[in-house]
Each structure stands twice: as structure tokens, then as C-alpha cells.
């Protein structure tokens, strides 16, 4: 089995939480895994791990394009290369997530036919499975023929990933009729709504949803422009964020803090970005997995997990045969 | 005092709630109002509140432009005519939000050189004064420069409505760089950059801010076009209820329930969107508060209480000298 290529060097707390979260990933997974990043750097933390020597690391805020082109020694590069050269199974980064990006598709290259690949990010649904939004990032302006591709993507990724039998897949907009939203949306809704739009991925079409169905059952997978789904993804993380902080904080300072704030335990690891193994770059040839900058190592293990689950279910074929049929 | 229109047959909970509402406003205010509906099924209900007849009922899923056009007699319109004519400072209405702007719009007409106006809905900010947004879904296509005035018109809002003194006025995009996010963030940015872009409004630019920033103290106002603004407003909106529905659910099930859920209470009434007053359509000639389709008489009564303050504090007037200096 091929191993899975971490970028050590990327994400708040790299090196030390990501070799962590590698080396747990071996133990309690028994996944292969390879550290990809500065040698010296790795020296005492890289135990028995192998490590893809890269000498130069691709800050968080560093511009994406320029710092793929100029960096070639860059450890996402060399991420991207392992698994272009069939030395490694997948790449994983909590890194920049642009150079993420960049570097995957410039180095592995698109599945053939996809226009362009998006980032497809599991939303928390208490209950229930997670709602698989794309793309949450990848491209600020669309067209409808991509969103499309992104619908197929997207509902393969919820069968593989979720076991959903026949994906529900929703377009973002600001009202459920057909009329409703921006240009772009209108046209999408069009050939969605076309019959059997959506067959090759085994998925239905419900319509145009809203924002608030994000976290519910309405769908199993949204579909947006990058621009939008950037918004609502931050959106509902900071939401999300105050909310929780507000409660615990409103909790803590009563006398039931305890047992209160122990009920809400199960919850929280529902809500917690580190639990849901990432974001998937859907439409490149090859897996790749955004995790989050402020990933732990419990992050770095779950990804790893997820990884490997799309390795093994072979997601990158299922891609392709959706998109060629599609 | 010129009483304050409130439309007695929109909502969710129309007529009832609604003039209990009104009812409330009277007693707990002092705040004259008038209702507008149909007298007949306002008889038992109005007691001694006037009654400005309209005998047609626009419905909260009726296509607002055709609904306007056709219904003249529709209890919105005659709300925003009472207002064009001098017989009421400013209208309310919980029922179809398209056809209270639309209805706003073609009766009481633009404030002189605005382009479109736009709706602003305060987001609750736990521990400070809320951010307005806006567009929240009035414009779902957007100009650079209508974006400009929502800054102007939204810090104008902010400043009369929360008592800031220099709102601070952010844009809404995918990351906080000038060069991120989409044409009309890109443009809009440098039209907001220049110096004293404003100034007409007493408010300053602190650059583009994400999602994640707008239920925080990082912007006062956030500009964005209506398609986006109103994805974010519900993604927000169907977060916390979720999210609040589940912590009750979890706590609900433990022994300290009573002590847990009491010690959330004043952050659940921060939340609470029947405490913020409504929304208000902004650059319209007159004020027009578009409350929740939900609406209970609370926020009936708060509505009520945000447009005679409004009235007070001659916002209209405050808002028509910012677009002409600006």
C-alpha cells in the first residue's frame, strides 16, 4: 500500500501537531503515511517516519500562484509530486489553502473533462449525516456548466463518503423558486432541472435551497459559486463559533457548569472542524485533502482516515466515470 | 404625532399577533399607530386603534412585482401610500418581504440619488452592538457603485440606530486582501478605498472582512449585494437555530435542565430575531421596517419602538444629506 504524503510544514501548529498527527495516524489506523518537509526541521520529530525532503515551505498567507511558480522546492509541491510520481496515495496539507490548490492541480492535473476542480466541505448536521457543500472556495467566479460538474462531484463524494444511496443535491440561492437568484444561478437551475442531469452520479435534483437548509436534511450536497460558498462556510464557522462561546461561557459561570457543559460534549465533537477529516479538492487526478490551518493532530488522523477510505472506495475513478458519462 | 402604518395582514401569525402587537406598542410606547387590512376581519381585533381599510391581501409566496402592479387595494400598498401622503410617519410589515419593497419603492419613491435601495438587518453581536448588514436580498445583482451608497446608507443606519459614533464599514468577501473575492468586490473595494469615500457619513473603510467576521466587533456595517448577504443572513440564521435547538435538546435531557437553559436565556434573547426591531429598507423616501415573517407581538412591539426612534432621529433626512454629499 502506498503511503499518504503529509505536508509537515503546513498549518498553525506545523511541524509539531501534524508529525503528531502522523504518527498517531500509523498507530491507530495502521495507515502508511510519509512526512514531506524540511529534514533537519523533522529530525527529532520524524521518529520511524520516511521523510520527501523539501526545502522550502509556502507560508499561510503567501500568494498562491507566484509562490507555486517560484517555490518548486516548496513542501505542497513535493506533496503533489509524490502522488503524480506514484510514491504516495494522497496528499494532505493544512497549509495555504490556495497553494494547496494550486499545487495539486498544476502538479497532478485535472481528471479528464472537468472544467475546474472545487472544494467540497462537509457542514456538521446534527442527527444526521453532514451536508457536502461546493465549492466552498476554489473559484470566485463560475459558470453554470461548472456548477453542474460540481453537483455530479459533489454527490459522488456524499455516496462514497456518507454511504448516501441516492444523494438529494440542492443549488444555493436566496428563494426555492426557479425564478429566484442571480443569473448564474437561474441558468444552473435550468440544466439541473433537466431530466436525468444528474444520473451519472445516482443523484436527484431537489431545487434551489437557502442558507438555512444548509444545516438540515433539505440536501445531502449544495451547490455554489466559490465566492458564495466561501461566504457561507466562514459564515456559519463564526456563527458557530461565538454561539459556542457564548454558551460555555454563560454556563461556566453557573453551578451546574459541570454536568451542563459534559451534556453538550457529544455535540460539540459533532461541531468540531477537527472531527469532520477535512475538505476534499473534488476534480483533480488524484486525492487531496484541505484540512483546516488550525488542525490538531486528532485533525491530521482523521483526515489521514479519510484519505484512506477514498483510496480504498477508489473516489477518484468513480469521479472520472461520473464526469465522462455526465 | 403622525401614527406609524402597520400592516395587519402580514405574517405568519397575521392578524392576530400583529395587532396584539400593535395593541402593546400603544400602551407600552405611547406610540400612536393605525392599522391597514380588512375591516371586517379587523373588527373584533382592533378595539380602538384606526383602521385604514384595504380589502386584498397580498401573500407571503405571491410574486411581489405582479402582486403590486395588480392589487391596488392591498393592504402594503395602501401602508406605503399612507406614508407618501403625510397620514403616517412610517410603515411595518411582516408579510411578503418583495412586495413590502416593492410596494415601498413605487408609492413613497427614492430618496433623490439613490440608486437602489437596500435592505439592512442588524446581526446580533453577543456582548456589543449588532452589525448591520446589507443588501440582505433586495438586489440579488449588484453594481459597484450601489454598493457604495449601501456603505454610506448602512453607516448613516448605524450610527442613527446603535449611537456609533465612526462605524467602522467593512466589505464582505473571501479573504482580506484588496486583490481577493470577485469583480465586484474588486471594484467596489478600490471605489471604498479612496480617501473620503465616507466621509459623507461620518464612517471609515477597514478593508474586506469574511464571513467569519460578521457576528463579531470587526466591522459595524457589512456592505455585500443582496444575493450574497441574503445566502449569509440565512445561513446564520438556520445555523442558531439548529445549533440552539440542539444545545436545548441536550441540556433538556440532563438533571440541572432548569438551572442550564435559565443561565442561556439572556443570550437567547440577544439572538432572539424578534428582539433586534426588524429590518430596515434603506434609501426609500419614508421609513419601512420589514419585520419577520414570524413575528410575534414582541417584535411587533420592538419594530414599532426602532421606526418612531427612527422618525425621531430623522433618519430619512440623515441619509438623503449622505447621498448628496457622497
Known amino acids: 500500500m502506498l503511503p499518504i504524503a503529509i505536508d509537515a510544514m503546513g498549518g498553525d501548529h506545523a511541524p509539531g501537531a501534524i508529525v ?19 529534514p533537519e526541521e523533522l ?47 494522497a496528499m494532505l496539507s493544512a497549509g495555504n489553502t490556495g497553494a494547496t490548490m494550486a499545487s495539486a492541480l498544476l502538479r497532478m492535473g485535472r481528471i479528464k473533462g472537468v472544467s475546474r476542480p472545487a472544494i467540497a466541505t462537509p457542514i456538521p448536521v446534527p442527527g444526521s449525516t453532514p451536508t457536502v457543500l461546493l465549492d466552498a472556495g476554489a473559484n470566485a467566479e463560475c459558470q453554470p456548466a461548472w456548477l453542474v460538474q460540481f453537483a455530479l462531484m459533489g454527490a459522488v463524494f456524499a455516496r462514497v463518503r456518507y454511504g448516501i444511496d ?40 431537489v431545487g434551489n435551497v437557502e442558507g438555512r437548509d444548509i444545516m438540515t436534511d433539505a440536501a445531502d450536497v449544495v451547490v455554489t459559486d466559490g465566492f458564495t460558498g466561501n461566504v457561507a462556510l466562514k459564515t456559519l464557522e463564526g456563527g458557530m463559533k461565538v454561539l459556542v462561546g457564548s454558551v460555555l461561557d454563560a454556563l461556566g459561570a453557573t453551578e451546574v457548569a459541570g ?9 460539540y465533537a459533532t461541531l468540531d472542524p477537527d472531527q469532520t477529516g477535512g475538505a476534499m479538492l473534488l476534480g483533480v487526478d488524484g486525492v487531496c485533502i484541505i484540512s483546516h490551518g488550525s488542525s490538531s493532530s486528532t485533525a491530521i488522523v482523521n483526515a489521514t482516515r479519510v484519505a484512506h477510505e477514498m483510496i480504498e472506495a477508489d473516489l477518484v475513478e468513480r469521479l472520472r466515470a461520473a464526469i465522462a458519462t455526465g
Chains 1, 2 share one sequence.
Open 166 to 205: 441516492q444523494p438529494k443535491v440542492g443549488l444555493l440561492s436566496i428563494g426555492e423558486e426557479a425564478t429566484k437568484g442571480s443569473p448564474l444561478v437561474k441558468e444552473t437551475h435550468a440544466l439541473l432541472a433537466e431530466p436525468g442531469a444528474l444520473d451519472a452520479a445516482g443523484a436527484r435534483f
Open 20 to 38: 503528531e498527527g502522523a504518527h498517531r495516524a500509523v498507530a491507530e489506523l495502521g495507515v502508511p503515511v510519509v512526512l514531506v518537509g524540511r
Open 259 to 267: 454536568p451542563a457543559v459534559e451534556a453538550l460534549m457529544p455535540l
Open 43 to 89: 529530525a527529532d520529530l520524524r521518529g520511524d517516519l520516511d521523510v520527501v525532503a523539501a526545502s522550502q515551505v509556502i507560508g499561510m498567507d503567501a500568494d498562491p500562484a507566484s509562490s507555486v511558480r517560484t517555490m518548486k522546492d516548496a513542501s505542497l509541491v513535493r506533496a503533489a509530486e509524490a502522488v503524480r510520481d506514484g510514491r504516495a496515495s
